[in-house]
């Protein structure tokens, strides 16, 4: 699903597309600034975004083998609900015991 299949799927339930549009853009604006800004966003049920940072680390060129210096950064992360895992591993159960 990408973002304008979840405009839609929204837009179903809330009958206007427009509004829908715009709260999908105001969710991951407001999720985007918060965790950029050091904070962790908790939605119940859902998971939780936040902020880690990745310290300064030697790494190895596959190709050539030679050591290449990787500097140190911070990146968004995500964390499932025990709520989003359960209905996510269901969902699995259900696929896998499908023949093709």
């Known amino acids: 699903m ?13 009958g206007d597309r427009r509004t829908a ?18 904070d962790k966003v908790s939605i119940t049920g859902f998971g939780a975004f936040e902020m880690v940072h990745k310290p300064a680390r030697t790494a190895r060129n596959p190709s050539t083998g030679a050591e ?3 500097a140190e950064s911070w990146g968004p992360k995500f964390r499932p609900g025990s709520d989003f895992k359960e209905l996510v591993n269901a969902g699995g159960k259900k696929k896998s015991g499908k023949k093709k």
Not at 3 to 13: G, Y
Not at 21 to 38: H, L, P, R, S, W
């Open 68 to 70: 290449i210096k990787v």
């Open 2 to 14: 990408n973002k304008r299949e979840l405009v839609d799927a929204i837009a179903d339930r809330v």
């Open 21 to 38: 549009t715009e709260a999908v853009n105001a969710i991951i604006d407001a999720v985007q600034k918060a965790v950029a800004g050091g």
